[in-house]
């Protein structure tokens, strides 16, 4: 069965901080797809990354960076010199490949950036 | 380029009426689901639909039904509210390789 924990709850750093955000998936398949989506605080959801469970090489897209081990079931999500416009809900999600695209997403993790 | 649009943005409804919220792509995505944010949670799947004409039940799907007449459009329809289905409503859609594009929600309360 397909699975996403996010222990954290609510994380509050301060502005120019660096911050991870944890994401531990459970999944009996060999072949899925892992994502990140951003939340702010207007509602949307919006999409951050994809990961397959192919490709093990971190990713870095200015300020964010992901750390994907399969050997742990982890996707970890790091933002570096937080920002204020940073605070969102972020929610990692996974996807089995062969499952018409359902995705299950994680509690999700509040991330407060204090000025 | 809408993308995907979810239409009404909020919406109070009495125990027992009934309403459809509306989803619409303009995207030609064959996926299209429903899901709802109960506060603090995650999204919970409550209907999905492959392509026109076809749908299928998530995780949470009583109190619902859909329907998908067209590829574009894949309204949610509930037919007797009840308090337990207050929440925020996103529709999204998917080109089929695995990433979703999310409508802006539609906030419900049932009182």
């Known amino acids: 069965a397909q699975k996403v924990t996010q222990a954290q709850t609510e994380i509050s750093v301060v502005e120019k901080e660096d911050v991870t955000l944890d994401c531990v998936y459970e999944?009996?398949?060999?072949?899925?797809?892992l994502f990140w989506y951003k939340q702010p605080p207007s509602g949307e959801l919006v999409f951050l990354i994809r990961r397959n469970s192919f490709d093990e090489q971190n990713e870095i897209s200015g300020r964010y960076s992901w750390n994907f081990q399969k050997s742990t079931s982890s996707f970890n999500f790091t933002i570096t010199a937080s920002q204020v416009v940073d605070s969102a809900v972020y929610f990692c999600a996974l996807s089995e490949m062969n499952r018409d695209d359902k995705i299950i997403f994680g509690k999700g993790t509040r991330l407060h950036i204090l000025p | 380029n809408a993308g995907v649009t979810q239409t009404p943005k909020f919406r109070i409804l009495k125990i027992g009426q009934s309403m459809t919220l509306q989803c619409a792509q303009d995207?030609?995505?064959?996926?299209m689901y429903w899901y709802r944010q109960d506060p603090g949670m995650g999204l919970k799947l409550i209907y999905y639909?492959?392509?026109?004409?076809?749908?299928d039940k998530g995780e949470v799907p009583n109190g619902y039904n859909v329907s998908r007449s067209t590829t574009e459009d894949f309204p949610l329809r509930l037919e007797l509210a009840a308090p337990s289905q207050t929440s925020v409503y996103f529709c999204?859609?998917?080109?089929?390789?695995?990433?979703?594009?999310f409508g802006a929600g539609t906030r419900l309360s049932v009182l």
């Open positions: 999204a859609s998917s080109p089929s390789i695995y990433i979703q594009y």
């Open positions: 999944t009996r398949d060999t072949t899925y797809y």
């Open positions: 995207m030609n995505h064959n996926y």
């Open positions: 639909s492959v392509g026109a004409g076809i749908t």
